[in-house]
Every structure is written in C-alpha cells, then in structure tokens.
C-alpha cells in the first residue's frame, strides 16, 4: 500500500516523502482513513509501530481547514511524559513542515507564562500532561470547548502513572461531539472501561496481539547474583560480550538504582548517560539529544523512560532489573527492534526474580532462552529457607525475606554494626557506592580471635588512615 491511498493532503504526503517513508506501517494504514472520516479510533498498538504518525499525519489534513481563536485549542494530544509530550511536538514540527499551524506544549518545568504566551495566540495544537493541562485550566487560561479531536495517547502508562481520574475529568471539559483517538500498547480491564465510557462506535486497529513483544527482538535472560555490586558486573560482562552493540538503554526499577548504576557504570569509563523522573526538564531533554546524536552510548534509565521514546536506532536493550509489571517488559524491550529493525534485549535475573519473570513469559507467551545457565528457582528458594532458618537459629538478626532486592538490605546495611559484612570481591567495586564507608573498609574475611604469637594484620583498606596504636604489638601478659 502507497501513502497517497490513504486520503492524506498534498501538504502532508510531501512531507511524509521528506521523510523517507516508502510505505505506512500497519497501524498508519490501518488508522489514518478512520481518523480522515472522523470515527473515533481505538488502536492497539506497540511503541515503534509508527503510532505517532497515524494520529499525526491525518489530524494535519484535518487542520488545514480553519483557523485556531485565542485559548481554544482545536486539537488536544494527551501523553504521559513530558518526553514523549516533546517528541508528539517534534513530529509535528517534522510532518507540519508545509504547514503553518500553531503547535503548543503544556508540559511541567516549564514557565507558566511562557504557555500562556502561546496558547494566547490561538492553539491549532496543544500538546500536553494532564497535569499541568488542569493546571492552566484552573487559572482560566484555557477554554476546551473548541476541541474537535481528542488523542490520549499511551493509556496504558497513564493509568501506571495514576492519571486515570485527570483524564477522565479532561474528557468530560471537551465537547461530546469532538472526535477521539485513543491509543493503548495493552488492554488491562481500566483501559477497557475508558474506552467503552469515552469512546463512540471506534475503529479498532490492533496491530499487535495485545502485550505481544516485537518478533524482530532476540531476547536472552541472565543469570545473575542478587548482591548489587555482583549484578553490576554481571552487566558489564554482558555489556562487553554483546556483539553490535551500537548504543543502548539500561532499565533499572528503581530511581536510586539508575543513580548508584549510572554512577559505577561512568567511573568503569562506560560512555553514559542516566534518564529518570526527578530530572529537571532541561537536563532530560539535554541527555535524550546526547544519546539521540550518539554522544552518549548507554542511557541508564527508570520507566518513565520507557515508553514511547522516539530514539531509531537503538541496538540493545538491558534489563538491569526484570520489571515488576510484566507490561513494563513490553515496553522496555520495544526500544529495540523499532520500525522492522532488529534489535536485542537481555535481561539480569536474580534467583529472587522467579515470579517476575514467570509473569512475564506469561504476558509474552513465550520461554525466553537463558543466556549461559539457567537458575533453578526451586534450588535456589530451598538455600534462602536453609539461610534463613540457620540464620534464625544463630540469632544473627538479618531480617531478609523471599524477594527481598533492596539495595541496604542486601549490602548488610540494615545489620547494623555487629553484623559481619558481606564478602567482597575487590575493594574497588565496593567502594562503588551501595556499602557505607564504614562497611567498604572491612577486611574481606573478618579477622578472627588471634593467638598471642600472632602479628596483628591491619584491619583497614589501603590509604585509610590507621590510628598508630592499633598497629603496635599487643604487650604479652604479665603471668600471674
Ligand atoms: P513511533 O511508533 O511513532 O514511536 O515511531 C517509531 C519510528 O518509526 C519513528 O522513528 C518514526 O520516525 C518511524 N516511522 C514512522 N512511520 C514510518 C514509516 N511509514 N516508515 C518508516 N519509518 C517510520
């Protein structure tokens, strides 16, 4: 199929071929005559389908005609991030190009007055989160009557982020009769119910059975140790085995983890980069160019960056951590393999993951084949009942449980200071981060009672300053 069977305009079909586009992707020539003969859409649809531009290239058409008044946007694009708010933004800077339409971003960490300037203006499309869209909805400097197409885009995310109740306050704002197009990668049962209350007879363009992931990504699983600096160089194995590896992003679960990651990664001289939520907006867009241009070749990132970002060529995903949600996997794994390229992801699993990742294959409906040797679960749940029972029994006070990953806990950090310390393999990687100095400087094995004819070996790392009279010999004692 060509482009220009769709019923696109002139305008657009130029830009398209700008692009470089050959043909429309499933969800394009599925969606976009739908959305030109003004049906509400429902599409399913991974990211790196060429989504954007199924709702994108159509609403363009649409806009051709009229104009936009002041603070009454005609068109309203609803995304979970600010990042992928900014990258709707830049599609239609790149698809509108013979277009001279207003678009507008209304996204956080961005001046109010700035917005206000814009949407001032008169707003032929206003990009925004739902936030800071009530927001400037509460200060009366938007009126949402004059909405004729409605896109809530990635449901899916907003309903993880918990923007649900936003949205639906947003739908009821903008008149019944407007058009709605609504885009989900999965369909939990919230999801369902949004469209079922919000949408009006849609097509349904599914493109991919739902939570299937892109068949054009290999995927491996990892064994690996739980203990955080092990798991780190489990990585950097994997980082260095990878063939091809052109640049990739490293999903953590946790904040503080892409930081503590980020930062070991950098002084093992990786060429990196970090992604996450409590970046400021500037920071974040300033990273994204840097790893768009190749500056920067690993992206340690949180979910909130998962989702939607528009970066073409990336070779390899890494799963630091397997996803607590299974549907994360999806998304994660969908940077990789974008648009008919190949891609690939390994995953790091812990003998703690078991259920995570069964959730996952689940979802997926697909084993995916273990990278080296596999973990036995079984075995490994039956040594953690053995650890903790002895552990029990010798009052040792550590408190760990079944799926226990945190940082502190499994660094002995919540043993307190008669806890003997984990063993460590170097020094260097454990004065990565994730130990407290106190704890990094231990000795490897903890030194024993010493017989008196023993020399006392300093109990310190090198370069820690040793108060002198712990290193002289101890005085025999007098016999009485
Ligand atoms: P999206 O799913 O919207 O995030 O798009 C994923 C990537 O596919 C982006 O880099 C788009 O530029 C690219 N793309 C979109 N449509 C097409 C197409 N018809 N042919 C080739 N690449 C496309």
């Given amino acids: ?29 599925g969606a976009i005559p739908q959305v030109l003969e003004r049906r509400d859409v429902l599409g399913i649809a991974q990211t790196g389908t060429g989504k954007t531009a199924s709702f994108t290239l159509p609403m363009l058409t649409l806009l051709e005609k ?37 678009v507008a971003l209304l996204i956080g960490g961005v001046s109010f007055s700035e917005q206000d300037k814009k949407l001032d203006r008169g707003t032929d499309v206003l990009i925004a989160t739902p936030g800071r869209l009530l927001d400037h909805f509460e200060r009366g400097k938007l009126l949402l009557q004059g909405v004729e197409i409605l896109v809530i885009d990635e449901a899916d995310r907003m309903l993880d982020m918990g923007f649900i109740p936003d949205i639906e306050r947003i739908c009821k704002l903008i008149p019944f009769t407007r058009q709605t197009l609504f885009f989900s990668a999965t369909m939990p049962p919230e999801i369902q119910r949004l469209t079922e209350t919000f949408l009006q007879n849609p097509a349904r363009i599914e493109v991919a059975p739902t939570s299937s992931t892109a068949d054009n990504v290999a995927q491996f699983l990892k064994a690996s140790p739980s203990k955080d600096y092990e798991k780190r160089a489990a990585l950097r194995e994997l980082l260095e085995g990878a063939e091809d590896l052109k640049n990739a992003i490293v999903f953590c679960n946790r904040k503080r983890d892409v930081s503590t990651l980020f930062r070991s990664l ?21 990273m994204l160019d840097n790893f768009r241009k190749g500056n920067i070749k690993l992206l340690v990132a949180s979910d909130v960056a998962a989702r939607g970002l528009d970066i073409p060529e990336v070779s390899h995903v890494f799963n630091y951590d397997v996803p607590i949600n299974a549907e994360d996997y999806v998304h994660r794994i969908g940077r990789t393999g974008r648009a008919g390229r190949s891609g690939i992801a390994y995953t790091l699993v812990t003998p703690e993951d078991q259920k995570y990742l069964e959730a996952i294959q689940v979802l997926i409906n697909k084993t995916i084949d273990w990278l080296g040797e596999e973990i036995d679960f079984e075995e490994a749940a039956r040594e953690r009942k053995a650890r903790r029972k002895s552990g029990r029994s010798s009052k040792a006070g550590s408190s760990s449980n079944d799926n226990e990953t945190d940082t502190a806990k499994s660094s002995g950090r919540r043993r307190g200071g008669k806890a003997k310390p984990e063993p460590v393999e170097s020094l260097e990687e454990i004065s990565d981060d994730a130990i407290p100095s106190t704890v990094a400087k231990m000795p490897q094995k903890p030194a024993g009672r010493k017989s008196k004819t023993d020399k ?25």
């Avoid at 199929?1 to 969800?27: C, Q």
């Avoid at 090198?462 to 007098?478: D, N, Q, S, T, Y």
């Fill in 1 to 29: 199929m060509a482009f220009d069977t769709l019923g696109l305009s002139e305008k657009v079909l130029a830009a398209v071929e700008a692009a470089g586009y050959k043909e429309p992707t499933a969800i394009q020539s």
């Fill in 266 to 286: 950098e002084r093992h001289e990786y060429n990196v980069g970090t992604l996450h939520g409590d970046m400021d907006q500037r920071t974040r867009m300033m």
């Fill in 456 to 480: 006392l070996e300093p109990a310190f790392a090198p370069g820690v300053h040793i108060p002198a009279f712990l290193l002289r010999e101890p005085r025999p004692k007098k016999a009485s």
């Fill in 66 to 102: 009229g104009r936009a008044r002041a603070r009454m946007p005609r068109t309203l694009i609803l995304e979970p991030t600010r990042e992928l708010a900014a990258q709707v933004e830049e599609n239609f800077e790149k698809y509108g190009t013979n277009h001279k339409l207003n």
